[in-house]
């Protein structure tokens, strides 16, 4: 099992690796709590990282007397230890929540958003909040007793559209206060969240511990729901009116299932993505094959279907043979959203040259060679995958970017510096590279070869 550290790290990396080209920082919302104390540590390290400014704010709501000046002054220690610039907002929520008429969580939230807002318009910055899986069950939950469709049952999502960012969705609460104990780092508590005076709390203190009595893979569940339920609400929002994406893959589950073949959101995603005469690989030597408008299982070899291919590159989705999805973006896109939903991975930025120069997406040949960034001199990728222990099996299917001349990106050995956006000699057109994540069969197949 990953350690705590390094899986929540990896978690919020997802979110914020993909935002790294659209802004120039991130302002973390820091309360003092558990939460947001640990999204400052874990954002301190991505930052710097991926080269993005990091700053925080504060916002104190002026309701809890003495206990809320002592969140302000613990914040601004923490970040003058830090070394990370802090801006503190008050507002007076009591007075906003009797001019407009509303409860008091609801005036202190748009008071808080609206600081928020105020900061981003000048800086260009995402605001990350702490928002974690334990948060995600409990606004689901609320949604429910309330009513609601799809969107609310979606609950909270990693990005919003006004560049307000959750990187630790995805995490529980319980990790991240293993995660602050093992940093030796304190926090402190509102007092408020410990009463069952508001609907939230009583939902957190009382519901959500009989549902993990009942099943103690309850969050991770509501994680997965989340997820298969967003990419059905974006396929919904986002098909035409005579395309429906997410009943296509209800009818590829209905045919596995009829074949005996076990269904997983990334075997339907691959069958989903196969176009007339392609073959997805399944698991072991089973295949999903698309002919003539339907889809027929197989037995095949391995790598019966690791063909020597080569596309034109260029900007958009292209499909893989082995089915995966090779997306390509100019380097000042923000289609975010979309690419979470995909779960795709960010794999580097590179400088593509000018027309004189044809440049495609390809499958790994015998004699390849690649610089890598800081070096001069061509190494044999056959090499390079020798020394870091790739398996054969995942080599097959390495994809490629070269033009006439050089390989500017390979899967497993990165940007070249013939296509280092760093490297000042090279001219073109800047791209990211995103593709969609390693089918589970193949990557545990790795995992038994190592």
């Known amino acids: 099992m990953k350690d705590i550290r390094e899986k929540i790290l990896s978690d919020a990396e997802k979110t914020v ?118 948060d995600n069950a409990e606004t689901i939950l609320l949604n429910l007793t309330r009513g609601t469709g799809l969107r609310g049952l979606c609950g909270i999502q990693p990005v919003r559209e006004d560049g307000v960012i959750r990187p630790l969705l995805y995490t529980t609460r319980a990790e991240i206060e293993d995660f602050l104990s093992q940093q030796h780092q304190d926090y402190v508590t509102d007092s408020t969240n410990l009463e069952d005076d508001c609907s939230r709390n009583k939902i957190r203190h009382n519901v959500i511990p009989v549902l993990k009595e009942i099943n103690p893979g309850f969050l991770e569940n509501i994680k997965r729901t989340v997820i298969t339920l967003s990419e059905d609400e974006y396929c919904l929002e986002n098909s035409d009116q005579d395309d429906f994406p997410a009943e296509k893959k209800r009818i590829i589950a209905d045919i596995m299932r009829k074949n005996d073949i076990g269904i997983t959101r990334d075997r339907l995603d691959r069958i989903y993505g196969l176009e007339d005469g392609g073959a997805a690989h399944i698991s072991r030597d089973i295949y999903a094959v698309a002919s003539n408008g339907s889809i027929t299982f197989e037995k095949r070899t391995r790598y019966e279907n690791a063909a020597d291919y080569s596309v034109p590159f260029a900007e958009g989705d292209t499909i893989l043979p082995d089915g995966r999805h090779i997306i390509i973006k100019q380097a000042d896109s923000e289609d975010v959203n979309n690419l979470l939903t995909n779960k795709s991975d960010y794999c580097g930025r590179i400088k593509v040259g000018g027309s004189e120069n044809r440049t495609v997406i390809r499958t790994r040949r015998e004699n390849d060679r690649i610089v890598l960034q800081g070096e001069k001199i061509h190494r044999r990728i056959r090499k390079l995958h020798n020394a870091k222990k790739i398996p054969p099996h995942l080599r097959e299917t390495a994809a490629v970017i070269a033009d006439d001349e050089n390989i ?43």
């Open 408 to 450: 500017l990106w390979e899967e497993y050995c990165g940007v070249s510096e013939c296509a280092y956006t760093g490297n000042t000699a090279v001219d073109g057109k800047v791209y990211d590279i995103f593709m969609t994540k390693r089918p589970a069969d193949d990557l545990s197949d790795r995992q038994s070869n190592e």
């Open 17 to 134: 690796r993909l935002l790294v080209p659209n802004r120039i920082g991130i302002i973390s919302a820091l309360s003092g709590g558990a939460d947001s104390v640990c999204l400052l540590l874990v954002l301190k390290e991505l930052c710097h990282r991926h080269g993005l400014a990091l700053s925080a704010v504060h916002v104190n709501h002026n309701l809890r007397g003495e206990e809320s000046m002592r969140d302000q002054r613990f914040c601004e220690n923490l970040c003058d230890r830090l070394g990370i610039p802090l801006c503190v907002k008050s507002v007076d929520v009591r007075g906003y929540m009797a001019q407009k008429g509303m409860s008091l969580e609801t005036a202190a939230r748009e008071l808080r958003y609206k600081a928020f807002s105020e900061l981003q318009k000048r800086n260009r910055e995402f605001i990350a909040t702490a928002h974690n899986l334990d």
